[in-house]
């Protein structure tokens, strides 16, 4: 990814042809980078196996990030299956990428360092100026490398699946209250709540910090924590399957 705010938008209708990097915006501002990145991981890896997922700190990158997915198709999915999707209380805006992703410019050969990029397109006289001033400074600043453009690599795959199953009460009494199970042990609250408060009347989310896995979904009354049930059951987070039930009381 370039890293330029402009080179991530587009669609087909600009001109730019479907491939595995969606670019997303309209991203609430507030939310810390990790989390953020975190979060998309989590929301967009039902679509396909995701390579990286990408966010910046500087002020012209605010409410974006691209997601690189293995194949085209799981990029298609995701930009139609979560346009407006509401998260962290916004809608978002997702688009093709203009341009292809490093760690997909490195897989094929093609990948040129961000820093030769922007000085091929600086005009003769400016790069006469700067290669002069270089020359100058050369022996004073030392050779040091140019800084990643990415930061920590992304988050791996846990695998949850190891641990002893939950068991089931036969019957439970249809009610307000769902147990949500099989999540992956480092969702967060928020994560929750984003997908549940999609559907009328949610009221709050309860997890228990000791039991990793599992959390609590309030509604108003039975029939919309069916409605949110029946939605829901199934998600997939990161390769966890989400079980959702009506809490036993």
Known sequence: MSGEAGAGGGGEANGV????????????EKTKLEELKKSLKAVFSQFGKILDVLAFKTLKHKGQAWVVFEDVESATKALKGMQDFPFYDKPMRIQYAKTKSDVIAKADGT???????????????????????????????GMNAYPGAYGAPPLSQLPFG?????????????????????LPHDTTAVLVQML?????????????EAKPGIAFVEYGDEGQATAAMNALQGYKIKENQMLVTYAKK
Do not use: W
């Open 17 to 28: 042809q479907p491939n595995v990097t969606i670019y997303i915006n309209n991203l609430n």
């Open 111 to 141: 990948f040129v360092p961000r820093e030769r990029r922007k000085r091929s397109d600086e005009k003769p006289e400016k790069k006469q100026k700067r290669e002069q001033h270089h020359d100058v400074n050369q022996a004073g600043l």
């Open 162 to 182: 190891a641990g002893p199953r939950v068991m089931m009460p036969e019957i439970i009494v249809p009610n307000s209250i769902l147990f949500v199970q099989n």
């Open 196 to 208: 549940f408060c999609q559907y009328p009347g949610f009221k709050e989310v309860r997890m228990i």
